[in-house]
């Protein structure tokens, strides 16, 4: 019954995954800009997979050459998969509340000059006049460089494209970028989640580009998180987790009795 246990122990870490992704997108779910994402899996070591069981199960099997209980977990986490679609817009009325309706992402940086993407736009003023998002990185314009602006309260305008202004004064521009055609595969591929909406670009490959969506001042975009479907996901994994569990102890008992059997057997 080894075999059937390390099935189902491999069955329950990928539903304890999912239930760890599932319960991240909830916590979640009124984080702006935040973006779903779900576990994605494969398999692994499938050439120790085949010759698991037999006599000359070492011969013709390419690294790992080894059979240690973890060789038999036929899948693995191997990313997790975000869904880039919009979230809904929220009319808040606060002129620094900013929201990207279509493609695209804000750049922000950080005090050691890393550049991260992101959809949250709730920014704020520092005491310098930087242009800041809630974590205190800064807002970069559209030649990357941080955005400031004066201090004086007057007329805040960003306009569809991006644009700030003061009354009558331009002071730059929102730096709105994409990357590659802007898919879900190209953004899958090129990014990474680091935490608080913000995305790090990991691909050297992946070319940035500027973003065909449109600027929306006083609106905060929310999470594409469904409360619904996300709850019946984390109930349906929950109930899975228990059956792997109740079927690894099962298995288990029956080889502690076959165990007793055959002892009796030969007493």
Do not use: C
Not at 105 to 127: I, P, W, Y
């Amino acid at each position: 019954m080894a075999n059937g246990i390390y099935v189902a122990s491999s069955g329950s870490k990928a539903r304890l995954e999912q239930l760890e992704t599932t319960s991240h997108n909830l916590a979640n779910l009124m984080t702006a800009g935040f973006k779903r994402q779900e576990a994605v899996y494969r398999e692994v070591h499938n050439e120790v997979h085949q010759h698991l069981g037999s006599p000359d199960q070492a011969q013709g099997v390419r690294l790992p050459n080894r059979f240690l209980p973890e060789d038999r977990i036929n899948t693995s986490i191997d990313d997790r998969y975000t869904y880039w679609s919009q979230g809904i817009l929220d009319e808040t009325g606060n002129v620094l509340d900013i929201a990207i309706e279509g493609k695209g992402f804000f750049k922000v940086q950080d005090a050691n000059g890393n550049q991260f993407l992101t959809r949250h736009g709730r920014f704020q003023l520092d005491e310098q006049g930087f242009v800041t998002n809630q974590s205190g990185l800064q807002v970069l314009d559209s030649s990357d460089r941080p955005l400031r602006l004066p201090l004086a309260d007057g007329g805040l305008s960003v306009g569809y494209d991006g644009r700030v202004s003061v009354g009558e004064t331009q002071l730059g521009a929102l730096a709105l970028v994409d990357v590659g055609d802007g898919s879900n595969a190209t953004l899958n591929g090129a990014l990474t989640l680091v935490g608080e909406s913000l995305y790090r670009v990991d691909d050297p490959n992946a070319v940035e580009r500027k973003a065909t969506g449109l600027v929306r001042q006083g609106f905060m975009e929310g999470s594409n998180v469904n409360a619904v479907k996300e709850m019946v996901s984390l109930l349906s994994s929950s109930r899975l987790f228990e059956y792997s569990q109740k079927a690894m102890q099962n298995m288990a008992d029956m080889d502690n009795q076959a165990v007793r059997d055959v002892s009796r057997l030969q007493g």
